[in-house]
């Protein structure tokens, strides 16, 4: 519904922006994790298509005592070791994308 209605879609985790772009471009091409487990959930009205669905690992830390780093890492199923030393920056990755993830070379999932 969000792609149909919404030309940009922002998305946020923790109380901060993870990844911001076209709606389009969002949905075929996620540069975030948690964008990526959040479309993972879309359901398919197709019932002889299926999608592979990301399950996050442990419960969502707290807000108000967000962990160091990277505020997903410690769901995240990329994480490394250094994304617990330094908050990612809010950077752009394609032609009006943004994303916060320091890991570039990871190839998400998308929707198309």
């Avoid at 160091?68 to 030393?85: D, I, K, L, Q, W």
């Amino acid at each position: 519904m969000i792609g149909r209605i919404s030309d940009q879609v922002a998305v946020m985790y923790l109380g901060i922006l993870v990844e911001m772009a076209p709606a389009e471009e969002l949905f075929r091409s996620p540069r975030h994790p948690y964008t990526e487990a959040l479309l993972s959930a879309v359901p398919i009205p197709d019932p002889d298509r299926k999608r592979t669905r990301i399950t996050l690992a442990g419960d969502p830390p707290s807000a108000l005592n967000p962990p160091s780093g990277c505020r997903f890492r410690t769901r995240c199923r990329y994480a490394e070791a250094a994304c617990a030393v330094e908050r990612p920056p809010f950077r752009e990755v394609s032609a009006g994308h943004f994303s916060v993830c320091r890991r570039e070379e990871v190839v998400l999932q998308g929707t198309a």
